[in-house]
């Protein structure tokens, strides 16, 4: 079992930076291919960014490359996502989430199926 709870949202002016945490509780994080999701109002979820936490290969959503980065603490058992230049479209709850083994990155661009541990989402709103 996996439970994941997410921190670190809040409101900011575009441009500015927050970082999301995502403290994890599982037996091993090892066998895990983690990510954050995003889902704005009205729209559906996508993914944002996931790391394999065993080989630490990292995969991004072309919407964020350059701005945002994740990142994981093994030992603390955290997961984090950096996020720098906001802009008003990155306005969305932003979930932590967890599949089983090696990340399947065209899999997880097209659907979320693969994930099955979610945390509640923590909410980021970019606005003036």
């Known amino acids: 079992q996996v439970q994941l709870v997410e921190s670190g949202g809040g409101s900011v002016q575009p441009g500015e930076s927050l970082r999301l945490a995502c403290a994890v509780e599982?037996?091993?994080?090892?066998?895990?291919?983690m990510g954050w999701f995003r889902q704005a109002p009205g729209l559906g979820r996508e993914v944002v960014a996931a790391?394999?936490?065993?080989?630490?290969?990292?995969y991004y959503n072309d919407s964020v490359k350059g701005r945002f980065a994740i990142s994981q603490d093994n030992a603390q058992k955290m997961l984090y996502l950096q996020m720098n230049d906001l802009r008003p479209e990155d306005t969305a709850m932003y979930y932590c989430?967890?599949?089983?083994?090696?990340?399947?990155?065209?899999?997880?661009?097209?659907?979320?199926?693969?994930?099955?541990?979610w945390g509640k989402g923590t909410l980021v709103t970019v606005s003036t």
């Open positions: 989430a967890a599949a089983v083994g090696a990340c399947n990155w065209a899999s997880l661009r097209s659907s979320d199926a693969a994930i099955k541990y």
């Open positions: 790391i394999w936490i065993a080989a630490d290969v990292k």
């Open positions: 599982a037996f091993d994080v090892n066998y895990l291919c």
